[in-house]
Nanobody, 115 residues
Framework: QVQLVESGGGFVQPGGSLRLSCAGF????????LAWYRQAPGKQREFVAI???????NYADFVKGRFTISRDEVKNALYLQMNSLKPEDTAVYYC?????????WGQGTQVTVSS
């Protein structure tokens, strides 16, 4: 059973770093694609980054060069390394998995960037 759980969120000052984790995939290699989304207060949920089963990655323009998505098939975990964080990165970050048309979401983890 797939039950996604994110962790690693928190409070950080501008320019700082955080690494988000997502677990609960069962066997992560069974997933066709894994992604991170975020939702800021009063805004729609938006795409952040994706990694396919083949290892191809893609990023939203606003995180390119700052965030890195990765997957670990030994630990069955998904990560989002976030560097050079900005106040506008403040949001709840969600893990998403896709397997043959079925979509799974985690419950989200809060990231707050503020001085």
């Amino acid at each position: 059973q797939v039950q996604l759980v994110e962790s690693g969120g928190g409070f950080v000052q501008p320019g700082g770093s955080l690494r988000l984790s997502c677990a609960g995939f069962g066997k992560i290699s069974n997933m066709n694609a894994l992604a991170w989304y975020r939702q800021a207060p009063g805004k729609q949920r938006e795409f952040v980054a994706i990694v396919t089963s083949g290892g191809t990655t893609n990023y939203a323009d606003f995180v390119k060069g700052r965030f890195t998505i990765s997957r670990d098939e030994v630990k069955n975990a998904l990560y989002l390394q976030m560097n050079s964080l900005k106040p506008e990165d403040t949001a709840v970050y969600y893990c998403k998995a896709l397997r043959y048309g079925t979509i799974y979401w985690g419950q989200g983890t809060q990231v707050t960037v503020s001085s």
